[in-house]
């Protein structure tokens, strides 16, 4: 074992290697910012590989290309300057908070006129009758962002996962494989923006695939941590009763069934007596940690649309907060156990 370091609460910790997988989630990814920014203040924290989709995604390219320049003090200043770029890309948008919203302190667009028509209207059009909808405002952004020489050195390991229109398979791309067109395919809600046409092949949200997928994870990393940062609610009260409801929950429901799945394995292999081959005794042996917050659940899927600076900074400070929370309640728990009951996912299967 490497030489204790100490942690940011003062105390000596010994190093823990580990893996984060982050979840795609629109402008909710600006909570992820924040709790890699708390990570990023634990010398004793050392990420081996992360896989992301979606904002997941663009939230890990941004760091490695950070850390490669300048390491945790990099990594931090490169996530601050990505999501104040996203909000200075957006502060013409119409799509915005209505007057009412404003003044009530809600962060949702649901009565927004300019977001209404513009939901609507994704409904009636496709992306493809509409020449706008070919562009994508994050390309200016990310090609402003990262360094992707850069990021194809780093040492910690990226996956990031997109799905194949074609197949309906997603496809995992690492370090030297990136550029902006594999995360703005990464991040193509099919709705709103055409394909993304990588090596003849058009790419859809790696969302439908993997969010994120946690498969390389285990296959190619050495860490036995994986800290999994949530922006999708798994679970929700209530029966939704409008059309928005009903969608938004389908998109959520959609969107964990991958991951799900394969916390599931995760679970089942741990409960045979012989988890098979090597890959089956690394997949039962991976410990499994949350990072997530209920002020999520309760902003509404509009939200994600909202891309005011204040918003992403409030995200920002709640992921921040999360991460001192696991900080404080579990991570004496890294390297030893998981800090999630996994069990609980083999019920009424």
């Not at 990505?82 to 502060?91: G, K, L, P, T």
Request: proline share 5%; hydrophobic share 45%.
């Amino acid at each position: 074992m490497n030489e204790a370091q100490k942690g940011h609460d003062g105390e000596a910790r010994d190093p823990v290697l580990i893996d984060l997988a982050l979840q795609g989630g629109g402008s909710h990814g600006a909570f992820t910012w924040g709790v890699l920014d708390r990570l990023m203040d634990e010398p004793w924290l050392r990420i081996d590989g992360i896989s992301g989709t979606s904002a997941g995604a663009m939230n890990a390219v941004v760091l490695a290309s950070g850390y490669a320049a300048d390491g945790p003090t990099g990594a931090k200043a490169a996530l601050a300057a990505f999501w104040r770029r996203v909000a200075d890309s957006a502060r013409l948008s119409p799509i915005r908070r209505s007057p009412l919203d404003v003044i009530l302190g809600r962060w949702t667009l649901d009565t927004s006129p300019f977001y209404l028509a513009f939901d609507l209207a994704s409904r009636i059009f496709s992306p493809y009758d509409l020449n706008f909808a070919g562009s994508n405002p994050l390309r200016r952004v990310l090609a402003e962002s990262v360094d992707f020489a850069r990021v194809a050195d780093c040492p910690i390991r990226l996956f990031v996962t997109a799905t194949n229109v074609h197949t309906g398979r997603g496809r995992v791309f690492r370090n030297p494989e990136l550029t902006p067109d594999v995360l703005l395919a990464s991040a193509c809600l099919p709705t709103l923006f055409h394909a993304v046409e990588i090596d003849g092949e058009p790419y859809w949200d790696g969302g439908y695939s993997g969010n994120p997928t946690i498969t390389p994870l285990v296959r190619d990393c050495d860490s036995q941590d994986t800290l999994l940062v949530a922006v999708n609610p798994v679970e929700r009260p209530g029966t939704p009763r409008s059309a928005r409801e009903i969608l938004d929950r389908l998109n959520e429901v959609s969107f964990n069934a991958t991951l799900l799945k394969e916390l599931r394995m995760i679970a089942l292999l741990r409960q045979v007596a012989d988890a098979g081959s090597s890959e089956g005794r690394k997949w039962a042996e991976m410990r499994i940690h949350l990072i997530a917050s209920k002020v999520l659940a309760g902003l509404g899927a509009s939200s994600k649309f909202n891309a005011e600076w204040d918003f992403l900074c409030m995200l920002r400070d709640e992921g921040r907060r999360a991460a001192e929370a696991f900080l404080a309640d579990d991570s004496k728990n890294l390297g030893k156990r998981s800090s999630v009951d996994l069990d609980i996912l083999l019920q009424n299967v």
